[in-house]
Each structure stands twice: as C-alpha cells, then as structure tokens.
C-alpha cells in the first residue's frame, strides 16, 4: 500500500537528517582542535521500483540514506605562539608519530620533550624525523626525534685562518725571541683550544726579512707551554710568506708546526696556519692576506676549536630542523621533522585523538623531508587551527532542521491519510 511505503520513506529521511546532524555538531564541537578536518554528509537515495521493470522509467523512490561522510582536507589556518616545539605543516603532508596501533598520523603540531628527551605529541606518542650524523648532516634514517646527549665534547683547534694585511714600507727588522714586542713589525693575538678543550693566548709576530718576504712565528706564554718558564714566550710554529711584486700572496711555507701545551694537554698539536689561497695553492691571492703600501692590519681571524658546551637553547627553523645551540657558542642539528604524504589524503582512517591511519583506500605513506616533492614546508613556532567554518556548519545545520522537520511532515500527512482509510468502515 503506497501510504505504508510513505511511513518507511519518511523514517528513512529522519534517520538519515539525523545522522547529518551528527556530522554538523562533530564539525562544531571540534571547531577548537588543532589540526581538526572536517568532514560533510553525502546523501543517496534507496533503491526504487520501477512501474515498467526491466524497461525503466516510471520509478518509485524508497528514501534516502547516508552513502558517505566526506573529510575535507583543507588548509586550516595558522596562529602564531610562543612554543618552540609548536609546529605547523603550510601545505600538503602529516607528521608521524608513533602511536600503540602502529603508525599514526597528524595535523596537530602541539609536541614537547618529555622526561627522556623525545619529541612527543600531547598524548605521548613519540614524532618521527629524519636523523642527523654526529657531524649534524640530516641523514635519510628515520627514527623517533630525541635530544639525546645535552652536551658537547671539546674539540681542538687543527686550523686558523686569517686575512691581514702586511706594510710593504716597513723596514727589515731583526728578531729577538726574548723581546718579541719590540723586534717585531707586526703581531695580534689569536685564542685557540687545546686537545682537552682549554683556551690558549697564542700571539703570531711578523718580520720584514727582505722584499716580498715575510717570517712568522706563533708563540705562547711559558706558563701555557709545557716545561716552559712562565712570562717567557715559546715559540710553536713558525715559517714565511712570499708575496709577489704586486703585493700578492705567492706562497706559504711551514719550517715547524708543533703546539706543546700544558696541563694535561696532548702533545705536539698540530694547527695548520692559513693566510688565505696563494697562488701556488691554485688561487688568484686576491682573497688572501696581501702586502701592501698602508699599515698593517688584521682584518679578520677564524679558528675551529671549541671548549666543551653544555645545551642552552633548542629552536625549529621553517625547514622542519632541529637545532641545539651550546653555551660555547656551538651549535648541531639534530633531526628534521618527516613529513608523511598520501595519494589520497580523504580516504584515510580517523581513529580519534587528532589521528588518522593509512587505508586502503589512502594508499601507503611516503616518508620525506619538509618542502620535498610536494609535501608542504614545516613553520616554528605556529600551529594549524581546525578547518571548521562555524558560518557555513550554522546554515547547515538550519538545512538539517528544515529537512527534519519537512520528512517528519510527512509522516504527519501520511498518519492522517490512514486515519481516513481506517475510518471508511465507520
């Protein structure tokens, strides 16, 4: 009977307004998450039956149903915090964290270090990155981002480099060991570490010996040397530099390079000295230390060694790496944030959490580094807000009502259809 067949249509268009509204409130209530996508009802209607049958045409509709719940994946946008491990992904990608179902991925990029030293999300589920070498080069083994160590062995200086200028008008000058001040044309002062990490005072003395020829000796106090007499300097390295007639760096040559210092140092430490490429090096010795008609001058001086350094800052850079920085003024990565892309980013599994999981349907994941082939850059100190525009979920849910109350009209109608039918026999 067509009025009965009108009951279970209109129930089916409740249950499935209903089941709409349930995606608009989860829309709602979730309009606060961080990473949050929201998702959209997709109606269909039920199989009908045809007047004619097999010939088509002239169908009876039997309702509607709920066919799908859509996640809209787009871009939510971003505020800005004060969280150095407040992380957020402009574009396309998720992180990967380590959940108890297996590997999980999200949106939220609200993390700290917990008590052992791992990047984790707010449940504790450790993040995965790309690790970093001991020489801090981001290497392609993925693993579970941890601080580890919290401080720095110290390293010895091997070599300083240093650009200068040196007066071609200044008169040959004798040496004297015991008064290097006053027998040298020229001298400064460099900080170097020993092989223990201790700073060292070595102070380099330059001497005229004849045109276009240089003699340097790098020298230490005695109370630095080992078996040396305090206040009287020793000298570690020594050697020349030859320039050409137009005031260029020709060569460098090294008579004795042999670092000797105390106090628990290792012995015979080598420091090459470098002025710069000369030309017998390969270079054009317009970069390097030059001789020149104005007064001599250090322009700048740079060493490599480092005292052992104790960890004082982490910080993210917008290439999704981490940095540690020391109080010797050091600084390491130690990891970049992996970024997980799928094929199909809406048929992923969301298993609550702010997580979702691969699928069938979502592909496997492919694992990269921020702003590699398509995946999205990684920004610090930001964090991705919920899609959910509270306007658009508001007029929906107004079309939700109206269509609820528009079905249940019709079982209204139809009840009073039948009332007349159960009344003929009166």
């Known amino acids: ?207 005229k010996s004849a045109n276009n020829n240089w003699d340097y000796r790098v020298m230490a106090d005695g109370k630095d040397a080992n078996n040396a007499e305090p206040g009287k300097m020793v000298e570690m390295a020594a050697g020349k530099l030859v320039f050409n007639d137009k005031g260029v760096l020709q060569e460098e040559v090294v008579n004795s390079n042999s670092f000797n210092f105390n106090q628990g140092a290792g012995q015979n430490q080598q420091i090459k000295m470098s002025w710069g490429e000369s030309i017998s090096e390969g270079g054009t010795g317009l970069d390097a230390t030059t001789q020149y008609g104005s007064d001599s001058a250090i322009g700048r001086h740079t060493q490599d060694g480092a005292t052992a350094g104790t960890l004082g800052s982490l910080s993210f850079n917008d290439d999704g790496i981490l940095t540690a920085v020391y109080d010797n003024g050091e600084s390491r990565n130690i990891a970049s944030i992996a970024i997980a892309k799928f094929e199909n980013n809406e048929g992923l599994f969301k298993v609550g959490k702010n997580l979702f999981k691969e699928s069938r349907k979502s592909g496997q994941a492919a694992l990269g580094k921020p702003g590699e082939s398509g995946r999205g850059e990684v920004l610090s100190k930001s964090i991705e807000l919920s899609n959910v525009d509270i306007a658009t979920e508001f007029v929906e849910l107004m079309k939700a009502q109206r269509n609820f109350s528009a079905n249940a009209k019709t079982l209204q109608t139809s009840d009073e259809m039948l009332q007349e039918v159960l009344s003929i026999k009166r």
Do not use: C, W
């Open 1 to 207: 009977m067509g009025i009965l067949r009108s009951f279970n249509i209109g129930v089916s268009g409740l249950s499935a307004m209903g089941q709409g509204l349930s995606v608009i409130s989860d829309n709602i209530s979730n309009s606060s998450t961080y990473g949050f996508k929201s998702s959209r009802a997709e109606f269909q209607d039920v199989l009908a039956q045809s007047l004619k049958g097999i010939d088509g045409g002239d169908q009876l509709g039997a309702g509607v149903k709920l066919g799908h719940v859509k996640a809209i994946m787009t871009q939510g946008d971003v505020a800005r915090t004060e969280s150095i491990t407040d992380l957020a992904i402009n574009g396309n990608g998720f992180f990967r964290v380590e959940a108890p179902f297996g590997y999980g991925y999200t949106r939220d990029g609200s993390m700290n270090f917990d008590k052992e030293g791992f990047l984790v999300s707010g449940d504790g589920n450790k993040i995965q990155g790309f690790m970093a070498s001991e020489k801090g080069e981001i290497t392609n083994q993925v693993g579970a981002i941890k601080l580890g160590n919290t401080t720095i062995p110290a390293e010895a200086t091997t070599k300083i480099d240093l650009s200068m200028n040196l007066d071609s008008r200044v008169k040959i000058k004798q040496f004297n060991p015991n008064e290097p001040e006053d027998t040298s044309n020229f001298s400064h002062s460099v900080t170097v570490y020993d092989n223990v990490g201790t700073a060292r005072l070595v102070t380099v003395y330059y001497n």
